[in-house]
């Protein structure tokens, strides 16, 4: 596993300490665990707003959804 350094502000590390004691986890368990569960949509997001740039500049094309359906068979 690769080291990382990471600065917090004061209050999200002393609430970060804190939990880790209470719990008897290290504070790394916790950051980790944070990660693990936000990276997704922070991933997603970053696609979405990429999307829609290109969108709004005329760069990419739109279909409508009965676009959508007539393209992949599903439309009655």
Not at 32 to 43: C, P, Q, R, S
């Amino acid at each position: 596993m690769a080291a990382v350094s990471l600065r917090l502000p004061e209050e999200l590390k002393a609430r970060l300490s804190n939990l880790s004691e209470r719990t008897g986890r290290s504070k790394t368990y916790y950051m980790i665990e944070a990660i693990k569960e936000h990276i997704g949509d922070l991933e997603d997001l970053y696609i979405a707003e990429q999307r829609l740039r290109k969108h709004r500049a005329g760069r990419s094309k739109s279909y409508s959804q009965k676009e959508m359906e007539k393209r992949y068979g599903l439309a009655d």
